[in-house]
């Protein structure tokens, strides 16, 4: 049983910086693809950030490139979403997400490829 914690979410203003963490337990999978998603009232549920663990490449839309950071920790099997220069419309509940891969490439950019989700963390931004 796979099992995705996401912590750190909270309330700042317009500028501010927030650190989310995933903790995942219950699998070990060698390539896998770490992936952080965010949904708004209302609107779909969009992937911001994304990397794949062998070798850390990383992807990014162009709404948060530059103020957003993915990394991981695999010895804690946890990885984690830095976001800078918070803007009001980064408002959100942002769920983690991750899928083992076959083969060593780039990440899928859609929410129906993942199959493992943590239960997500309010990020809430201020003007």
């Known amino acids: 049983q796979v099992g995705l914690v996401e912590s750190g979410g909270g309330s700042v203003q317009t500028g501010g910086s927030l650190r989310l963490s995933c903790a995942a337990s219950?699998?070990?999978?060698?390539?896998?693809?770490m992936d952080w998603f965010r949904q708004a009232p209302g609107k779909e549920r969009e992937g911001v950030a994304s990397?794949?663990?062998?070798?850390?490449?990383?992807y990014y839309p162009t709404s948060v490139n530059g103020r957003f950071t993915i990394s991981q920790d695999n010895a804690k099997n946890t990885w984690y979403l830095q976001m800078n220069n918070l803007k009001p419309e980064d408002t959100a509940m942002y769920y983690c997400?991750?899928?083992?891969?076959?083969?060593?490439?780039?990440?899928?950019?859609?929410?129906?490829?993942?199959?493992?989700w943590g239960q997500g963390t309010q990020v809430t931004v201020s003007s």
């Open positions: 997400a991750v899928v083992q891969r076959d083969v060593i490439g780039s990440c899928p950019i859609g929410r129906s490829a993942y199959n493992y």
């Open positions: 990397i794949f663990s062998a070798g850390g490449v990383t």
């Open positions: 219950g699998y070990i999978f060698s390539w896998k693809c």
